[in-house]
Nanobody, 117 residues
Framework: QVQLVESGGGLVQAGGSLRLSCAAS????????MAWYRQAPGKQRELVAI???????NYAYSVKGRVTISRDNAKNTVVLQMNSLKIEDTAVYYC???????????WGQGTQVTVSS
């Protein structure tokens, strides 16, 4: 059983940057896809960014150009670099992993990101 632990959340002013990290207790090279999701109050959880084992990435339209996802299989970490943050980026951000296509099997506890005006 792999555990995912997020860190790096916090309070930041609009226009600022945050770097979220996800540390896995085991090897992430076994996972085809690693992703970041977020859930804002009163809203459904949504995909922010996803990275495959080959390094291909996809981003939600709302964050494209402002966010970069990366993975380091040697360090078993996934990073979400977020720039030009907006108030609407405020949410709990979750790291997720899956071995193949379908639902994500492993989830972290989440880290709060709050963007203020």
């Amino acid at each position: 059983q792999v555990q995912l632990v997020e860190s790096g959340g916090g309070l930041v002013q609009a226009g600022g940057s945050l770097r979220l990290s996800c540390a896995a207790s085991g090897s992430i090279s076994n996972f085809n896809d690693m992703a970041w999701y977020r859930q804002a109050p009163g809203k459904q959880r949504e995909l922010v960014a996803i990275i495959s084992s080959f390094g291909s990435t996809n981003y939600a339209y709302s964050v494209k150009g402002r966010v970069t996802i990366s993975r380091d299989n040697a360090k078993n970490t996934v990073v979400l670099q977020m720039n030009s943050l907006k108030i609407e980026d405020t949410a709990v951000y979750y790291c997720a992993a899956r071995r193949s296509s379908g639902p994500f099997e492993y989830w972290g506890q989440g880290t709060q990101v709050t963007v203020s005006s």
